[in-house]
C-alpha cells in the first residue's frame, strides 16, 4: 500500500484485509474502493450467477458505509470499462478525502483497475496531474507506485478520458 497523494492510498486485496479492514467494515478515518467485482461487488449484492443481474439498482457500483464496491473487471477492451462505474469512484474518493478520511483504492492484485481509477483522480482534481499528457502521467504514477501495470481497457480507458485542459 502507497500513499501517492495525501490521504490517497493505492494497493492490492491483501492491504486491504492487513491494514484497513476491521471486520466488514474500514478502520475507523478509512474508506475503500474496492475497484474489482470480485468477490466485493459480488458478495455486496450476493449475487452468484457469472455476473450481476442488470436491473439491479446497484449493478454498477454498491455503497456500504464507508466502502464503494464497483461492478469493475479488468479487460482488454476498454468498452468494458464502464464511465458511471469510474466516476463514481473518483466522486467517493473526492468526498471521503474532503471529510479528512484516508482513502484505500485498491483491485485485486493491485495493478490496473485501482491505480489507475487513482490516477483518474489525480487527473480531475490535482493541476499538475491535469496539465500533462496523459501518457506522461502514466509514467510519472509507475514512478510513485511502482506496480502500476493497466490491462489495455484500463490503460486506454486513461488515455481516452485524461482531463483536457484548455491552454493558458
Given at each position: 500500500m502507497i500513499e501517492v497523494a495525501p490521504n490517497l492510498?493505492?494497493?492490492?486485496?491483501?492491504?486491504?484485509?492487513?491494514?484497513?479492514?476491521?471486520?466488514?467494515?474500514?478502520?475507523?478515518?478509512?474508506?475503500?474502493v474496492h475497484a474489482a467485482k470480485e468477490p466485493w461487488h459480488r458478495a455486496a449484492l450476493g449475487y452468484t450467477g457469472r455476473g450481476a443481474p442488470k436491473d439491479h439498482e446497484?449493478?454498477?457500483?454498491?455503497?456500504?458505509?464507508?466502502?464503494?464496491?464497483?461492478?469493475?473487471?479488468?479487460v482488454d477492451n476498454v468498452d468494458y470499462v464502464n464511465k458511471k462505474v469510474v466516476e463514481?469512484?473518483?466522486?467517493f474518493i473526492g468526498q471521503q478525502i474532503a471529510d479528512s478520511k484516508k482513502v484505500l483504492v485498491h483491485c485485486n492484485q493491485g495493478q490496473s483497475r485501482g491505480p489507475g481509477l487513482a490516477l483518474l483522480y489525480?487527473?480531475?482534481t490535482e493541476g499538475m496531474w491535469a496539465s500533462m499528457h496523459p501518457a506522461d502521467a502514466m509514467l510519472r504514477f509507475t514512478e510513485l507506485y511502482p506496480m502500476f501495470s493497466p490491462a489495455n481497457g484500463m490503460a486506454e480507458y486513461v488515455l481516452k478520458n485524461w482531463p483536457k485542459v484548455e491552454a493558458a
Open positions: 492510498f493505492v494497493g492490492n486485496a491483501l492491504d486491504y484485509e492487513n491494514h484497513v479492514r476491521l471486520i466488514d467494515t474500514p478502520k475507523p478515518g478509512w474508506a475503500v446497484e449493478y454498477l457500483f454498491a455503497f456500504r458505509g464507508d466502502r464503494l464496491c464497483l461492478n469493475l473487471v479488468d463514481a469512484g473518483i466522486s489525480l487527473g480531475a
